[in-house]
T-cell receptor
Framework: EAGVTQSPTHLIKTRGQQATLRCSPI?????VYWYQQALGLGLQFLLW???????NRGNFPPRFSGRQFPNYSSELNVNALELEDSALYLC?????????????FGEGSRLTVL | QKEVEQDPGPLSVPEGAIVSLNCTYS??????FMWYRQYSRKGPELLMY????GNKEDGRFTAQVDKSSKYISLFIRDSQPSDSATYLC????????????FGKGTLLTVNP
């Protein structure tokens, strides 16, 4: 069974540009989560999508946004990129009714902002 | 005070050693406690999962939760070079399965 897949693996942008990251959850998983793993800061919760709706967001500015498609895949958009947005962006999925906190992570998309 | 504190290490041990990894936390609402393992350039994978206080054993791994002290531990027995990775503790409140609060991770190297 395929795990969570993310694309692109690496992305290089300059300040002020926009970045779009993509995620496909494990088949049968309806919830998708986005986390940011910045150097020295650990994993920080960004966004949670379930059944096509944004259910909750972490303490990030509105220029971080996304959506979930009918096939449960998801996009994360980061507008007006800043240098401190450089990080590994991890997508995770979970089974509806699964154990609390049991997330299955992809390998991440590394965003570098120059 | 950060919600979750974890010693970043790095921790270097010889093969076969017993490894102890720890996290402390401040939010008494946390009920679910997890340990994730992250190999270099990979995403985290769930290693151990515990609800509330107590111990859980899975092969060479034992997770302990002491809610009275707000302290969780992961023990690795007979450590192997393949255990070399970053270990992340994570916790969640009831009803908040969407949001895990992670420690910063401890980098472990097991030397053959």
């Amino acid at each position: 069974e395929a795990g969570v897949t993310q694309s692109p693996t690496h992305l290089i942008k300059t300040r002020g540009q926009q970045a779009t990251l993509r995620c496909s959850p494990i088949s049968g998983h309806t919830s998708v989560y986005w986390y940011q793993q910045a150097l020295g800061l650990g994993l920080q919760f960004l966004l949670w999508y379930d059944e096509g709706e944004e259910r909750n967001r972490g303490n990030f500015p509105p220029r971080f946004s996304g959506r979930q498609f009918p096939n449960y895949s998801s996009e994360l958009n980061v507008n007006a990129l800043e240098l401190e947005d450089s990080a590994l962006y991890l997508c995770a999925s979970s089974l509806a009714g699964g154990r609390t906190g049991e997330l299955f992570f992809g390998e991440g998309s590394r965003l570098t902002v120059l | 005070q950060k919600e979750v504190e974890q010693d970043p290490g790095p921790l270097s041990v010889p093969e076969g050693a017993i490894v102890s990894l720890n996290c402390t936390y401040s939010n008494s609402a946390f009920q679910y406690f997890m340990w994730y393992r992250q190999y270099s350039r990979k995403g985290p994978e769930l290693l151990m999962y515990t609800y509330s206080s107590g111990n859980k054993e899975d092969g060479r791994f034992t997770a302990q939760v002491d809610k009275s002290s707000k302290y969780i531990s992961l023990f690795i027995r007979d450590s192997q070079p393949s255990d070399s990775a970053t270990y992340l503790c994570a916790m969640s409140r009831v009803g908040s399965n969407y949001k895990l609060t992670f420690g910063k991770g401890t980098l472990l190297t097991v030397n053959p």
